[in-house]
Nanobody, 132 residues
Framework: QVQLVESGGGSVQAGGSLRLSCAAS????????MGWFRQPPGKEREGVAA????????RYADSVKGRFTISQDNAKNTIYLQMDNLKPEDTAMYYC?????????????????????????WGQGTQVTVSS
């Protein structure tokens, strides 16, 4: 099992930026897929971005392409989500998730979208609020 701790959420005005961090601990020896998800109030959890830690392959939801960037620091077992040009519709609880023994990023996609059902390990979440 992988333990995940997110940080970096907060409140910003539209057009601002935030960087989320997700530190992984525990059994991180295998190739992993890691992802960022978000859940606005009253809505379903959706995939935002994902990365394969071994191949550095990435995927993004259409709604964040060109504004969000997922990256990793393998030495720190940490992934990041740089969020620029934030919009009020980005307001949500953001979660980090991981899947061990993940050999390709394709394996966590469903219909081309990062699927939360493919990730067994989750962090506690961090709130992002964007005001207009």
């Amino acid at each position: 099992q992988v333990q995940l701790v997110e940080s970096g959420g907060g409140s910003v005005q539209a057009g601002g930026s935030l960087r989320l961090s997700c530190a992984a601990s525990g059994d991180t020896r295998s190739s992993m897929c890691m992802g960022w998800f978000r859940q606005p109030p009253g809505k379903e959890r959706e995939g935002v971005a994902a990365i394969h830690t071994g191949a550095d392959d990435t995927r993004y939801a259409d709604s964040v392409k060109g504004r969000f960037t997922i990256s990793q620091d393998n030495a720190k077992n940490t992934i990041y989500l740089q969020m620029d040009n934030l919009k009020p519709e980005d307001t949500a609880m953001y979660y980090c998730a991981a899947r061990k023994w993940c050999f390709t990023l394709q394996s966590v996609l469903r219909d081309g979208v990062v699927s939360p059902t493919e990730f067994p390990d989750w962090g506690q979440g961090t709130q992002v609020t964007v005001s207009s």
